[in-house]
């Protein structure tokens, strides 16, 4: 009988993509674990692989088709000894067939390390963390989500997938844990299927004038339209969100830093070098930015009751100090994620921003690689911008923007010297972190900007 393919959800809150790219072509033969498209989110583009063995029989949905559905059905193949002129005809439908969720897994495309150096604008939000779908929906049961291998592989062995834990990246549920769960018989049977929930919608943008509105204020031909993208959607829509729920308040610190660009320069004089196909090359070179990062991370962990989430019944406390830093890439933003940065070295953190900048521009990072995190940092201070704001990344209840060092008088010892100085501006979550507690962890912060030794040991 028919396999149908559907679209894959590739993160927890992912409800549609762009199918960019067919790897194949109706008459290939596939197999298990094959390359067969490239689907691309709001921020990334990701590999899909085949489940079953087969013919591709009909490619449903054209390359290059934008907003498809999760779920929706993109192609159809022919089981082995089935007729593919037969299969294509007859495949398909509402329900997937039996085998269908063939889309498994996806994985993140292959590319060279590397990442963000940018000081966005303002703060690229981060996904906010979106209700799960429906167990029917095939995009969300249990605690988390699952993949489609694991789906299939439970609806053949009559497990109630809702009932295995899942071990993969945020709760997912995979192949490995259904097998534990058959050997162990710890699922039940999996009940009749019943009518689903529709998945929760993403949150809706605020209606402004109408489109020919707009443009009839503008002379015909004085003007060209750039469609909304995926990306631009997301961050327009994460943006309203924030704005619209989070009382923000704002705290600014001046931060004298002449200590930490000395111990920078000497850090980096002092570097080792590594052999490469270019030459030799210093291991690692600081950059002010890998400071903030650190800095931020361990203010987090003098501060604990500052490193929060907001939910509706509770605050979540983080136990480390997750830290998200704004990168620029071509028309849009994001946020990637330097995870448990209070216990990494500033050179590790340095590689580790550097790698992920890189794969953001080249939208290769995974979705557990930009989604969450419990604070963020913006840096402006290489276009010369003294000071600014920054919107909040939910569910994040923190943010600090940083603008350039500039060389002020300063008060030192009584007597007036010129020093360096970098205005730091953070905005708080006022129902997670109250004014006290926020200028408490700015403070915190600023220790660590003026004594940056602290941060070495």
Not at 136 to 163: H, M, W
Not at 175 to 201: L, N, R, V, W
Not at 373 to 383: A, C, D, I, P, R
Request: aromatic residues 4%.
């Amino acid at each position: 009988m028919p396999i149908n393919i559907t679209m894959p959800a590739l993160s927890p809150t992912m409800e549609e993509g762009n199918l960019s790219k067919w790897l194949v072509k109706e008459g290939d033969k596939v197999k298990s674990g094959d390359v067969i498209a490239e689907i691309e989110t709001d921020k990334a583009t990701m590999e899909v692989e085949a489940v079953d063995e087969g013919t591709v029989a009909k490619l449903v949905v054209p390359a290059g088709t934008e907003a498809v559905k999760v779920n929706a059905l993109i192609a159809i193949l022919a089981a082995d000894g089935e007729d593919v002129s037969a299969a294509a005809s007859s495949g398909g439908g509402a329900a997937p067939a039996s085998k269908a969720e063939a889309a498994p897994a996806p994985k993140a495309e292959a590319a060279p390390a590397a990442k963000t150096a940018e000081p966005a604008p303002a703060a690229a939000p981060a996904p906010s963390a979106a209700a799960p779908a429906s167990a029917g929906s095939g995009t969300g049961v249990g605690n988390g989500f699952s993949s489609p291998l694991a789906r299939r592989l439970a609806k053949e062995a009559g497990l109630d997938i809702s009932a295995v834990s899942g071990s993969g990246p945020h709760g997912r549920v995979i192949k490995a844990d259904i097998e534990k769960a058959i050997a162990s018989g710890g699922a039940k049977a999996a009940p009749a299927a019943a009518p689903q929930a529709a998945a929760a919608p993403a949150p809706a943008l605020a209606k402004g004038p109408a489109d020919d509105t707009v443009l009839k204020l503008f002379p015909e031909g004085s003007y060209e339209l750039l469609p909304h993208d995926g990306m631009r959607k997301t961050i327009a829509s994460r943006l309203t969100e924030s704005s619209q729920t989070v009382p923000s308040y704002f705290i600014s610190m001046d931060c004298e830093i002449d200590a930490l660009l000395k111990l920078r320069g000497e850090i980096n004089a002092s570097a080792p070098v590594k052999k490469t196909e270019k030459g030799e090359v210093p291991a690692f070179k600081l950059s002010v930015n890998d400071f903030i990062i650190k800095a931020m991370a361990l203010a987090l962990r003098d501060v604990p009751m500052a490193n929060a989430s907001w939910t509706s019944t509770a605050r979540v406390l983080h136990k480390n100090a997750d830290v998200g830093v704004a990168v620029s890439i071509p028309d849009g933003l994001i946020t990637p994620i330097v995870r448990k940065a209070e216990t990494k070295t500033l050179s590790v953190i340095s590689n580790e921003v550097k790698d992920l900048a890189k794969r953001a521009r080249d939208k290769k990072l995974k979705p557990e690689e930009y989604q969450g995190g419990t604070t963020s940092v913006s840096n402006l201070g290489m276009f010369g911008v003294s000071n600014f704001t920054s919107i909040i990344n939910l569910p994040q209840a923190s943010i600090v923007s940083i603008g350039a060092g500039v060389e002020k008088p300063v008060v030192r010892g009584g007597k007036i010297e010129v020093g360096t100085v970098m205005t730091a501006t953070f905005a708080f979550d006022h129902r997670v972190i109250d004014g006290a507690l926020g200028a408490e962890l700015a403070s915190a912060f600023k220790r660590y900007i003026e004594n940056p030794m602290a941060m070495l040991v």
